[in-house]
């Protein structure tokens, strides 16, 4: 039986994919990028007396020989964060961060729901530090009456009504449930150039006794630095838009279906397919 103290990646060369368990405290290799001939994983899992491998972003400078924790503090409780996506940009990595609330009983001032954006970073020497150190979150989808968490001297946070990178993921009480919170959910995005893209849910349907919501409408955002964003469109579509890729000069959207939880089914017949939208 191997090691639960490291998590695997797979690299392919000459045709042949090789296996690599070198991932220092991953049960799950969530997610990897590669940037400036560096290598960069989001790995989480262990929890023991005295180790905190949970969401960790490593980074190897040797093909994933050998790792370097770069961060490992989004999920600390004070700000209650944690990224589950990395892409390369211009010789950095861009992490997609979310925040959530911790269980029923916890004491720190988030709100019920979950959100989050994009955070920008630079991997430079031997450690992972933001060159903008900003983490995009709607106030009143995370904090309750504007309470700020509390940041070490390391991490800036601060909220924002940077909207349309603001996404829900998860709702404790479905009394919230309303237009405001639900608007500009971001579900993907994509690197073009020295320009990000981001997909954003819009227009949610919701029904009278909210209890069930639904989004026919997807909105694509671009940047050039994450901090100033630019309405590409709103667009309709048959199912939700789920994911965003860019290819010759045209995006294209993937569709998966909206959840009735009233009738606790998939409703959406076009789910799975893929639209084009040409600029």
């Not at 639900?182 to 954003?200: C, P």
């Not at 009735?260 to 017949?269: H, K, L, M, V, W």
């Amino acid at each position: 039986t191997e090691s639960w103290d490291f998590g695997n990646f797979y690299y392919k060369k000459n045709g042949i994919w090789t296996k690599k368990r070198t991932v220092p405290g991953a049960v799950h290799v969530m997610d990897i990028a590669e940037a400036d001939g560096k290598i960069c994983v989001l790995g989480t899992g262990i929890f023991r007396p005295g180790e905190y491998f949970d969401n960790n972003l490593l980074v190897s400078s040797d093909n994933g020989n050998t790792w370097i924790i770069a961060d490992h503090q989004y999920n600390r409780p004070e700000n209650s964060i944690f990224s589950d996506a990395i892409l390369p940009w211009d010789g950095r990595f861009i992490s997609r961060i979310l925040a959530y609330q911790y269980s029923a009983t916890s004491t720190t001032p988030f709100g019920p729901f979950v959100g989050g954006g994009l955070a920008q970073s630079n991997e430079a020497s031997d450690y992972f530090s933001f060159l903008e150190p900003r983490i995009y979150i709607n106030p009143k989808i995370i904090f309750q009456n504007k309470i700020m968490g509390n940041c070490s001297p390391q991490r800036t946070c601060f909220t924002s009504d940077l909207q349309n990178i603001t996404y829900i993921d998860q709702f404790s009480d479905p009394s919230h449930i309303d237009e405001d919170s639900l608007s500009k959910v971001l579900r993907d995005q994509v690197i073009v150039g020295d320009t990000i893209y981001a997909l954003t849910r819009e227009n949610p349907i919701i029904n009278q006794t909210k209890t069930s919501f639904k989004f026919y409408s997807g909105g694509i955002y671009s940047s050039k630095d994450l901090i100033n964003w630019k309405k590409e469109g709103i667009f309709d579509f048959p199912a939700m838009p789920t994911a965003l890729e860019y290819l010759n000069g045209a995006f294209y959207v993937g569709l998966s279906s909206n959840y009735d939880r009233d009738a606790n089914t998939f409703i959406d017949d076009d789910a799975g397919s893929i639209y084009k939208i040409s600029r």
